[in-house]
């Protein structure tokens, strides 16, 4: 099959062998070589593609990356325009390495640019994690083993990834045969990807862009200023997120300010390569590993206390969990003082397991930002506002959009849907309020009063009045049976 590329085609699909597109005639074949064979997957700025270099007898698999930013000129875009061109530039750099794809080209086409690399065959560990369960002992060692050369080859030649997370790790099928994974026996070499966010290093105090995955971003690269001993914090949290497979936010205790993500392992791990992952993931730079050297001398110290008895480096203890706030469970009331005394023996509360977040869809749809989300009473409808100045309803059962609603003549900045779920009010730049008939899909009526902006619109429990915040500093009380203002409450300064 051949793969349109062109993003407003219809019926992109043709046939093997094709030159032009049935539908919108747009050239299949990038610079006379490359046929895009289906897509692999899509965001606000690009498309990726699974392809073939026709161009050389065995036809190679490759992956396509077409950069089109849905919304021209913004700053967002243009950020992701630098990144796009600045992974080109990376993969240059770094050469030939077997565990980083290789570049074959970037150029422009038709309006829009083109990078072109090596298809690595496999599964994420993010996909790996979803599959499996938590990674083990031994699979961590493995994945440090294989991963810290890489690492040091990045960093030899000034580069810091500062995007090291599960879904930018992917292990390489390495038999040729079709793609069917058996799990749990997955295995091949780890392939690290994603050089988008990489920075050479010109000066390690330099501040720069904050860029990175939230959970897994070192402290001093939050501020901008990234350096080598960053991507071991962001390797060192990859591990401990495969170990326990719980969100790296709910593995830190804030208040605490500590890691307690041994709470949440199902099973006990050596002590040492515990240690090992603490250091990596010190928040002080002083206290962390500054290279990939320092860690890979820790890790053969610790292999090598255990060699020669076949069995783990070292008996895994027992690990103690922290003691717990207690639960008063069958008090009563005591007539001394108001205090409560319990009548059976307190107990002790094991930590309960944080909830695991993962991405169930990514919606697309807005030519520009999105400014306000909210859910339908029943969770099945999405409502999204947008500076496109368009409300998107968007089914969370398929993830795909249901229908446009249009009506606002400027952005819009908030939306919320009624406690029956039968209509829906949006407030916008254009300092109206709209009502929508959702039973219908259409706009019922408008509200006017504000002077300037809305930026919040909530339903009272009964759904008979409406509250919207204005930046012109008062709340509007209406009532929506007679389509009219109540009254308006001031005194924000």
């Not at 930013?69 to 030939?96: C, H, I, M, W, Y």
């Not at 997120?241 to 205790?253: A, E, G, M, N, V």
């Not at 012109?472 to 924000?492: C, E, F, I, P, Y």
Request: hydrophobic content about 40%; overall charge positive; aromatic content about 8%.
């Amino acid at each position: 099959m051949s793969y349109c590329l062109n993003p407003a085609c219809q019926n992109p699909q043709n046939a093997d062998r094709t030159q032009f597109c049935l539908n919108c005639g747009s050239k299949l074949l990038l610079r006379e070589r490359y046929r895009a064979i289906k897509p692999l997957g899509r965001g606000g700025f690009g498309r990726t593609f699974l392809a073939i270099d026709e161009d050389k007898p065995s036809k190679p698999r490759c992956a396509i990356k077409q950069f089109f930013p849905l919304s021209q000129g913004t700053s967002s875009s243009e950020k992701a325009a630098e990144l796009f061109n600045r992974e080109a530039v990376r993969l240059d750099e770094l050469g030939k390495h077997p565990q980083i794809p290789e570049l074959l080209a970037h150029f422009q086409q038709e309006r829009y640019q083109y990078l072109v690399q090596e298809f690595i065959e496999g599964q994420n560990l993010q996909e790996e994690l979803a599959r499996t369960g938590p990674f083990s002992q031994s699979q961590i060692l493995s994945l440090l083993k294989d991963l810290l050369p890489v690492l040091q080859f990045v960093h030899d030649r000034s580069v810091i990834h500062r995007d090291i997370k599960p879904p930018n790790i992917i292990r390489r099928r390495i038999s040729q045969t079709p793609i069917i994974y058996t799990y749990p026996t997955l295995t091949g070499e780890l392939v690290l990807v994603d050089f988008g966010a990489a920075k050479v290093v010109e000066g390690l105090r330099e501040t720069g862009t904050v860029i990175g995955s939230p959970e897994f971003v070192a402290p001093e690269q939050i501020r901008g200023q990234a350096v080598y001993a960053s991507d071991l914090y962001s390797l060192g949290v990859t591990c401990i997120y495969l170990l326990t497979q719980i969100s790296p936010f709910d593995l830190f205790d804030i208040n605490r300010d500590v890691w307690v993500w041994r709470d949440f392992l199902k099973v006990p791990i050596d002590p040492k390569l515990s240690r090992i992952l603490d250091k990596m993931v010190e928040s002080s730079l002083s206290r962390r590993y500054k290279s990939v050297a320092e860690v890979l001398k820790d890790l053969q110290s610790q292999q090598s206390a255990g060699a020669g008895t076949g069995a783990p480096p070292l008996p895994a203890p027992k690990i103690s969990v922290p003691q717990r706030t207690p639960v008063v469970q069958n008090a009563v009331p005591s007539t001394v003082a108001g205090t409560i005394i319990p009548v059976p023996p307190m107990q002790r509360v094991v930590p309960a397991r944080a909830p695991t977040w993962r991405c169930v869809h990514t919606l697309v749809g807005h030519s520009n930002a999105v400014t306000s989300v909210a859910f339908s009473p029943d969770g099945a409808i999405l409502a999204s506002g947008s500076e496109d100045k368009t409300i998107e309803m968007w089914k969370l059962e398929t993830g795909r959009r249901w229908y446009t609603l249009t009506g606002h003549s400027d952005w819009v900045t908030c939306v919320a849907f009624s406690p029956d779920g039968a209509s829906l009010a949006s407030g916008g730049r254009d300092k109206m309020i709209h009502i929508w008939d959702l039973n219908k899909g259409k706009w019922w009526y408008a509200l006017a009063g504000h002077s300037d902006r809305v930026s919040a619109v909530a339903f009272s429990r009964d759904g008979q009045v409406l509250a919207s915040g204005s930046r012109d500093k008062t709340v509007q009380l209406w009532n929506l049976n007679k389509g009219r203002r109540m009254s308006a409450l001031s005194g924000h300064a």
